[in-house]
């Protein structure tokens, strides 16, 4: 079907990659916020989960990391992950002082090591200095959010230094699988 559209439209070889690429991204991303949408409606945290699925999915975009193979692979490990984040964020496991140094020290990461490349994905140069911009943008916008939480007793800084684990650890596990640098 896309071959056909390519065709019809006269797209080369290339913008027929970019279009498939690009319909696959907008497929997983749609399902695995689908999904976690409605399993937000089961836990009573959907306000919640529009923060998560809001700052997972930008800092995830500028920093890189690790993909899954396939899209139910993707849509597997994206619940896995939410459901981890509504068990790490429902409770008071650890205090504000613990959340907010396990905080700092993903975001000094993540300014050290932001974007990783993935070798299927690979950044122009200006991409890479795009992300960066980006990444700095969401860190300020996370930062100002995680001080106004803890201003205001609000438990969602808690959701900010979950999703910056995340974004870690996929950042270090595509570093250590694929030799990224």
Not at 18 to 46: E, Q, W
Not at 100 to 124: D, G, S
Request: charged share 15%.
């Amino acid at each position: 079907m896309i071959e056909s559209a390519a065709v019809y439209f006269g797209y080369d070889e290339t913008d027929m990659l970019l279009l498939k690429n690009g319909i696959s991204t907008v497929v997983c991303d749609g399902a695995d916020f689908l999904s976690v949408i409605l399993i937000s409606f089961f836990l009573g945290r959907t306000a919640e989960t529009v923060l998560y699925i809001l700052l997972f999915s930008g800092l995830r975009r500028c920093t890189g990391g690790w993909h899954a193979k396939t899209i139910p692979g993707c849509i597997a490990v994206y619940d896995a992950l939410y459901i981890l984040w509504h068990l790490l964020t429902s409770r008071n496991i650890f205090g504000l002082h613990v959340f907010a140094c396990i905080y700092i020290l993903c975001m000094i990461y993540i300014i050290a090591f932001a974007p990783v490349i993935h070798p299927n994905h690979p950044l122009e140069n200006i991409e890479f200095i795009e992300n960066r911009i980006r990444m700095k943008r969401m860190l300020i916008i996370s930062t100002m959010l995680f001080t106004v939480f803890c201003l205001y007793a609000c438990q969602l800084y808690r959701t900010i230094t979950v999703i910056f684990v995340y974004n870690l650890l996929s950042m270090e596990l595509l570093r250590k699988t694929k030799g990224v640098q």
